[in-house]
């Protein structure tokens, strides 16, 4: 297992359409893992979410916050950041984060769609590296059934 990746070693995994899981916490200290749409942008994650949405609320209270982007295919990179989340409120950026979301999320013709139908009020959960942890498995293409070449996110034949 490789550690301490760069993002740029990461190759495409931030810019795939996968859902990240964003950990926040309740009053009682316990966690609440939620899916989410995000992107990787200036050197850090945009959230989107409703302005009265729980997540926002724990963020403002606990002031603290994880995100995960894994993906499922070998070499099963991932990214893990642990910061002090920014709430913005801006109804520009949240909605210009909106619309970049959704089109990497849905394409561009679906993603027409949802934004009519989407709320005007959006925040964004922002998070710039606070602890940063990132891996890949690239190291261990045999120990998962890849030859020393392998192609990115495939998986062995079965047989």
């Known amino acids: 297992?490789?550690?301490g990746l760069s993002i740029q070693e990461l190759g495409d995994l931030l810019e795939r359409p996968y859902n990240a899981t964003l950990a926040t916490y309740r009053r009682d200290g316990s966690v609440l893992l939620s899916p989410v749409w995000h992107e990787w942008r200036d050197d850090g994650f945009n959230i989107i979410t409703g302005p009265d949405d729980v997540k926002v609320r724990h963020i403002e209270r606990q002031h603290r916050a994880v995100v995960v982007v894994s993906d499922n295919d070998f070499p099963f990179r991932g990214i893990e950041l642990s910061c002090s989340p920014t709430i913005v409120r801006d109804i520009r950026f949240g909605q210009d984060a909106l619309r970049r979301i959704a089109i990497r999320y849905l394409g561009a013709e679906r993603a027409q769609v949802y934004l009519r139908s989407s709320?005007?009020?959006?925040?964004?959960?922002?998070?710039?590296?606070?602890?940063?942890?990132?891996?890949?498995?690239?190291?261990?293409?045999?120990?998962?059934?890849?030859?020393?070449?392998?192609?990115?996110?495939?998986?062995?034949t079965q047989g």
Request: glycine share 8%.
């Open 1 to 3: 297992m490789r550690k």
């Open 119 to 156: 709320s005007e009020s959006i925040v964004v959960i922002r998070m710039e590296p606070g602890d940063l942890r990132t891996w890949d498995f690239v190291d261990d293409a045999e120990s998962f059934g890849f030859g020393a070449t392998h192609e990115p996110n495939t998986r062995p």
